[in-house]
């Protein structure tokens, strides 16, 4: 699963290497988030409020969130996901793309 994320943004290699990094550091994370959220609401909504977590998280976070790809979320995981989904930044985005306010 790990070499299609890196094919699929090959293409993006001859950018700046930070830039590179931090898109596929973003994917990554993506697939970790999407599930835990995808619990709650419906795919698309899902979809939706994963970019708007991952626009409010931190580089940081985004890095220690795709540390979990390939394996089930664990408690530390959601608890770091919830937070991120509760900042204001977040907040302001669901409501820009029509997703429901997570509680």
């Known amino acids: 699963m790990r070499w299609a994320i890196l094919l699929a943004?090959?293409?993006?290699?001859a950018c700046d290497p930070q830039v590179?990094?931090?898109k596929t550091m973003r994917q990554v994370a993506s697939q970790v988030v999407l599930p835990v959220v995808n619990l709650d609401m419906p795919a698309g909504p899902a979809q939706a409020a994963t970019?708007?977590?991952?626009?409010?998280?931190?580089?940081?976070?985004?890095r220690l969130l795709a540390r979990d790809v390939g394996v089930e979320a664990g408690t530390s995981t959601k608890a770091t996901i919830r937070e991120i989904a509760l900042r204001p930044a977040a907040?302001?985005?669901y409501a820009a793309n029509g997703v429901p306010p997570i509680g």
């Not at 943004?9 to 290699?13: D, G, Q, S, W």
């Not at 970019?51 to 985004?62: G, H, K, M, Y």
């Open 9 to 13: 943004v090959l293409p993006l290699a």
């Open 20 to 22: 590179f990094a931090d």
């Open 51 to 62: 970019n708007c977590i991952l626009d409010a998280a931190s580089p940081d976070e985004v």
């Open 91 to 93: 907040q302001a985005c």
